[in-house]
Nanobody, 122 residues
Framework: EVQLVESGGGLVQVTGSLRLSCKAS????????IAWFRQHPGKAREEVSC????????WYADSVKGRFTIASDHAKNTVHLQMNSLKPEDTAAYYC???????????????WGQGTQVTVSS
């Protein structure tokens, strides 16, 4: 079993930056891919980015393309989400999720973290 723990959330002013981290503990191997989701209050969770451990390929939602960057640190079993040029609409709870099949994006994810809150003030 893999545990995912997010960190790095907080309060930031509009146009500012934050870097979220998702650390995977347990026996991570093979093609385990990791994605970042966010959830606005009262809305469904949406996928914003993912990265494949298999080939390093990445995917971004249109709403964050050009502003967010996802990257893996395999040695530390950690995936970072660098968020720049933040907007008030980026305010949400951010979750990381893992997929053992290795797809990015995946149809469904096997493991989920507890989330970290990002608040962008205007």
């Amino acid at each position: 079993e893999v545990q995912l723990v997010e960190s790095g959330g907080g309060l930031v002013q509009v146009t500012g930056s934050l870097r979220l981290s998702c650390k995977a503990s347990g026996f991570v191997y093979g093609d385990y891919s990791i994605a970042w989701f966010r959830q606005h209050p009262g809305k469904a969770r949406e996928e914003v980015s993912c990265i494949s451990r298999r080939d390093g390929s990445t995917w971004y939602a249109d709403s964050v393309k050009g502003r967010f960057t996802i990257a893996s640190d395999h040695a530390k079993n950690t995936v970072h989400l660098q968020m720049n040029s933040l907007k008030p609409e980026d305010t949400a709870a951010y979750y990381c999720a893992g997929d053992w099949y290795g797809d990015c994006p995946a149809k469904e994810y096997d493991d989920w973290g507890q989330g970290t809150q990002v608040t962008v003030s205007s």
